[in-house]
């Protein structure tokens, strides 16, 4: 499976950007998929993640009220809108295919990792 991952790039504090991350094959569309995020110098960490079918998702804690992770299985896409942005949200964003149907917050739950795309927030 591979994942193409988009959307990144420069924002303002306030400013809202979505990323996309659309799968190679369609089998994919039955595990969850995460969003994560890499700041330099620190360790990956979960933004947001949703289940096979959408209806569970769940989010890391700084991005809670601001994030919105969703996915249209007929195309193969996941999103994530961000709003509000600040600086702090700063980071390289990968997407990620779950070893199963349902959303977790560690890393190693998932198996398939995009390129990842920046994301830079200025202030």
């Known amino acids: 499976v591979q994942l193409q991952a988009c959307g990144g790039g420069l924002a303002q504090t306030g400013d809202s950007l979505r990323l996309s991350c659309t799968a190679s094959?369609?089998?994919?569309?039955?595990?969850?998929v995460g969003w994560f995020r890499q700041a330099p110098g620190k360790e990956r960490e979960i933004v947001a993640a949703?289940?096979?079918?959408?209806?569970?998702?769940l989010y890391g804690d700084s991005v809670k009220g601001r994030f919105t992770i969703s996915r249209d299985r007929s195309k193969g896409t996941v999103y994530l809108q961000m709003d509000s942005l600040k600086p702090e949200d700063t980071a390289v964003y990968y997407c990620?295919?779950?070893?199963?149907?349902?959303?977790?917050?560690?890393?190693?739950?998932?198996?398939?990792w995009g390129q990842g795309t920046q994301v830079t927030v200025s202030s």
């Open positions: 094959k369609r089998t994919a569309s039955n595990n969850a």
């Open positions: 949703i289940s096979w079918n959408g209806s569970s998702t």
């Open positions: 990620a295919v779950g070893r199963s149907s349902f959303p977790s917050t560690r890393v190693a739950s998932f198996q398939y």
